[in-house]
């Protein structure tokens, strides 16, 4: 059964850094998401990518939040100078084309800032 | 803005124990309903989803949600419940636009069944 996929699994980084979480969406599906996590609390949506654009974006996605489709597989979150704040378990999940009533999620970066 | 709640933060049962855990949102147009599950140290899966149709919707491991619209829920049952059943449980609600769907999640109800 096809699946969403993300690297790396965990990823340390020190503040003020660039992170960039890969992810590799199920292959026939048009329509992309960010969410995270953030220890202890809900899952809170960042921001829908369809047609190589963003779609649509919550607050938390800020200028330092940045969405790239690269080439045909990957879709990539940067994050540009990280902050302790951003620590949190970070999930990509893709839906088909049918209307992408249905996302399914990848198992998750977690990205811890020092 | 959408919302979604979920009063129950965390639940503990024993084994064999009857499960319901609420849902409500705040959404006036047409809605899609997902129960997820996120086991300890796995990533988020679909439990079961409501669209349209039967309002009683049956899922995976013997899970059932029930939509009624006038009362904007979406609890989820069980009628007995396992140590495998053990997890997050986070009810989530669904627009589709134009350009996509975005997802509201509720903040997550920790289920522990205890042997």
């Known amino acids: 059964e096809p699946e969403v996929t993300q690297t790396p699994s965990h990823q340390v980084t020190q503040m003020g850094q660039e992170v960039i979480l890969r992810c590799v969406p199920i292959?026939?599906?048009?329509?992309f998401y960010w969410y995270r996590q953030i220890l202890g609390q809900k899952v809170e949506f960042l921001v829908s990518f369809y047609n190589n654009e963003i779609s649509e974006k919550s607050e938390i996605f800020d200028d330092q939040f940045s969405v790239e489709r690269p080439d045909g597989s990957n879709f990539t979150l940067k994050i540009r100078s990280t902050k302790l704040e951003d620590s949190a378990m970070y999930f990509c999940?893709?839906?088909?084309?049918?209307?992408?009533?249905?996302?399914?999620f990848g198992p998750g970066t977690r990205l811890t800032v020092l | 803005a959408q919302s979604v709640s979920q009063h129950n933060h965390h639940v503990i049962l024993s084994e064999a124990a009857s499960l319901e855990l609420g849902c409500n949102y705040s959404y006036g147009g047409t809605v899609n309903l997902f129960w997820y599950v996120q086991y300890p140290g796995q990533h988020l899966q679909l439990l079961l989803k409501?669209?349209?149709?039967?309002?009683l919707v049956k899922g995976i491991k013997g899970f059932e949600a029930e939509f009624i619209k006038s009362k904007f829920s979406f609890n989820l049952r069980k009628p007995s419940v396992q140590w495998s059943d053990t997890a997050e449980y986070f009810c989530a609600v669904n627009a589709s636009t134009d350009t996509g769907n975005q997802f509201y999640f509720g903040t997550g109800t920790s289920l522990t069944v205890i042997p």
């Open positions: 409501y669209f349209s149709g039967d309002p």
């Open positions: 292959s026939n599906h048009l329509y």
């Open positions: 999940a893709s839906s088909d084309t049918s209307g992408g009533l249905e996302q399914f």
